[in-house]
């Protein structure tokens, strides 16, 4: 009896997948477009983090840059200011 139970249920399982075969195709394409575009989006994601990452680093190469002149600039007033003398 159990056998027959069971030999029932697997053959409706097997025609129950077999006539939503179009509806699952559909979705696995309409999930295969979705993974696609995320896939695209990842992509274009990363690309823009290696862009902000280089302007990144040459903003940082600027500001030191600019604060070692700025020290140079100091040092040379602090010589200049040290030079006079009041009579």
């Known amino acids: ?20 075969t179009a509806d699952l195709e559909a979705q ?14 990842v992509g274009s994601l990363s690309a823009q983090h290696s862009e902000m990452n280089s302007n990144i680093n040459a903003t940082k190469s600027a500001a030191m840059e600019a604060q070692q002149e700025a ?3 100091n040092a040379r007033i602090d010589n200049m200011a040290s030079g006079y003398r009041k009579k």
């Open 1 to 20: 009896m159990k056998a027959k139970l069971l030999v029932g249920l697997a053959m409706s399982g097997l025609l129950f997948g077999c006539a939503n």
């Open 28 to 41: 696995v394409s309409e999930l295969s477009n979705k993974v696609d575009d995320l896939s695209n989006q």
């Open 71 to 73: 020290e140079r600039a």
